[in-house]
Nanobody
């Protein structure tokens, strides 16, 4: 399974961006998937996850109410819509996937497949 993240860029505080993650060699109808983010010197941080078997979404408290994770099975693509961006949202964003849901979904170590990352920079 290969993941390709895109859509990052520069936004002003209060603005919005939409990230995309295209998958090849598998389908988002089968795999459960997530978004993580990382800034230099810090660990990779959980942002949001979508559980395929139960069609449920999970969010970090820091993004709840501002970010929405979704997937388009026909396009084999996952999205992260981000609204009301804050400078603290600036990071390299990664998409991730695994075959089965894990109760440890918030830990980067639980995910098997990763995209290459797309940079999000929010100016104040």
């Amino acid at each position: 399974v290969q993941l390709q993240a895109s859509g990052g860029g520069l936004a002003q505080a209060g603005g919005s961006l939409r990230l995309s993650c295209a998958v090849s060699g598998g389908t988002f109808g089968t795999y459960t998937a997530a978004w993580f983010r990382q800034v230099p010197g810090k660990e990779r941080e959980f942002v949001a996850a979508i559980r395929t078997d139960a069609n449920r979404m999970y969010y970090a408290d820091s993004v709840k109410g501002r970010f929405t994770i979704s997937r388009d099975i026909a396009k084999n693509t996952m999205y992260l819509q981000m609204w009301n961006l804050k400078p603290d949202d600036s990071a390299l964003y990664y998409c991730a996937a695994r075959l089965y849901w894990s109760v440890g979904y918030y830990s980067a170590a639980q995910w098997n497949y990763w995209g290459q990352g797309t940079q999000v920079t929010v100016s104040s």
